[in-house]
């Protein structure tokens, strides 16, 4: 089955990009530019965003550079469980938002992103993963999680698709606004 992503139907939900855990990644620098990108263009196109932080105590928060490129009513949840919908907040919020497509991406792509994932497409959710926006401490790990995800029927994504399949085209209003992010 083929989807396109919309940007009124769209949740994007970003897992555990913190200190400890960017910092251990093998493309951190990919990993926090493509997250950056993906963040601004939520606010932009006022898309909901929900983050997860995994024990922040040991972990450290959510990245200044990525905290700085959201919404200022963004909601931040700690977690411990590694799929976000262990937690009965986060899914609750997920819930509420009352999207359909989610946009999912962050820190360990093979373990917590695809818990979630696999956890969100049980729920009956269209999953999207930005690939170029995940990392995991190694890039064998990372590339299991992906085909494992895919395999359950999750969609892998670049930041760019996302971006430019929520735009539509040249015509949206946002379009310039938007196009600069990718430059």
């Known amino acids: 089955?083929?989807?396109?992503?919309?940007a009124e139907n769209s949740l994007v939900l970003i897992i555990d990009i913190q200190?400890?855990?960017?910092?251990?990644v093998f493309d951190k620098i990919l990993v926090e530019k493509k997250s950056e990108i993906i963040?601004?263009?939520?606010?932009i196109l006022n898309i909901p965003v929900i983050v997860t932080e995994q024990y922040p105590k040991g972990l450290g928060a959510t990245v200044s550079t990525i905290k700085?490129?959201?919404a200022e009513d963004t909601k931040y949840f700690e977690k411990t469980a590694f799929s976000a919908l262990d937690s009965t907040d986060i899914k609750e919020a997920i819930k509420k938002a009352d999207k359909k497509q989610i946009i999912?991406?962050?820190?360990?792509?093979?373990i917590c992103v695809s818990q979630t994932a696999n956890a969100l497409i049980e729920e009956g959710y269209d999953v999207y993963i930005i690939r170029d926006a995940c990392g995991s401490r190694a890039e064998i790990e990372y590339s299991a999680g992906l085909a494992r995800m895919k395999e359950n029927g999750v969609h892998i994504i670049?930041?760019?698709i996302a971006v430019f399949e929520w735009l539509k085209g040249a015509g949206n209003p946002k379009f310039k606004e938007v196009q600069t992010l990718v430059k």
């Open 1 to 6: 089955m083929m989807t396109i992503l919309n």
């Open 19 to 24: 200190e400890k855990l960017l910092n251990a």
């Open 39 to 43: 963040a601004k263009a939520a606010n």
């Open 68 to 70: 700085e490129c959201l």
């Open 104 to 110: 999912l991406f962050g820190i360990e792509t093979h």
């Open 158 to 160: 670049t930041a760019e």
